[in-house]
């Protein structure tokens, strides 16, 4: 599905994004791996040649323009083009807002919102027609949760660039979509269920509040995500997908 293209997945050290990794490689693109931690990228990309695929690892830090820069100068120079742009990286926080620092608040938009318009602002100029960029947002973006003010509105506002940059790039045939997961099983949610105290409970509470009646899992999304990076999707662009187990139904 994605044979000789070059996919740039942010975020893709682990979870979500590591997942897309082996899938995309797997059915054929040059994976660009980038995330901060170099030892578990480095893993990545390591699991990735072994089964036969093309990746390599740039150490990214997407809040830092300098960084991403750094990055589509490093993907350009090793294979010459740019055709696939996956913006997975973000951050959660939790809490209320009047209990937020501004040091919390900045980290959070600098990650979640402006590593995306970093990686799209560089990258777009590499694209040509049937180029495809992909963004995570959440269903928190979508809905609201209570104590999710910070990330939520991050998340929403992925769903409202993403909108934007579609009808910006449409004449130019890039494509730009959005994925919005709901309860995935990534470290994330078990960090969470490890930081409550009934584990279980809240496992149960998870579940049973997903009409599906269980929680997704990283590999689904990057199903999703193979889609719309793929020539399979041509015919859609600005589309905000949410994959949930039908929890944005209710």
Not at 7 to 28: D, P, Q, R, V
Not at 169 to 186: D, L
Request: with cysteine.
């Amino acid at each position: 599905m994605l044979k000789g293209k070059v996919a740039i997945i942010t975020g893709s050290t682990g979870g979500m994004g590591e997942s897309a990794a082996y899938l995309f490689a797997k059915n054929g693109a040059k994976v660009v791996v980038t995330g901060r931690r170099e030892e578990e990228g480095k893993r990545v990309v390591s699991k990735i040649k072994k089964s036969g695929g093309q990746a390599i690892y740039i150490k990214l830090d997407v809040s830092n323009e300098d960084s991403v820069k750094n990055m589509i100068q490093e993907t350009i120079k090793k294979y010459g083009k740019i055709d696939v742009l996956y913006n997975n990286a973000g951050v959660e926080s939790q809490g209320l807002i009047t209990n937020a620092s501004e040091e919390e608040i900045n980290k959070i938009f600098n990650i979640n919102i402006k590593g995306v318009m970093y990686c799209a602002k560089h990258a777009i100029p590499h694209m040509k027609k049937d180029g495809s960029i992909i963004n995570t947002a959440s269903i928190a973006g979508l809905i609201g949760f209570p104590n999710l003010v910070i990330y939520g509105a991050t998340k929403g506002a992925v769903v409202s660039l993403t909108r934007d940059l579609a009808l910006d790039y449409a004449k130019e045939g890039i494509r730009v979509n959005c994925i919005c997961p709901g309860i995935i099983w990534t470290d994330m949610v078990k960090k969470y269920l490890d930081e409550s105290p009934d584990k279980e409970a809240v496992k149960k509470q998870l579940t049973l509040s997903t009409p599906l009646g269980r929680i997704g899992t990283p590999e689904e999304v990057s199903e999703l995500a193979l889609f719309l990076a793929s020539d399979k999707s041509s015919f859609i662009t600005g589309a905000i997908i949410p994959i949930d187990g039908g929890y944005t139904t209710q």
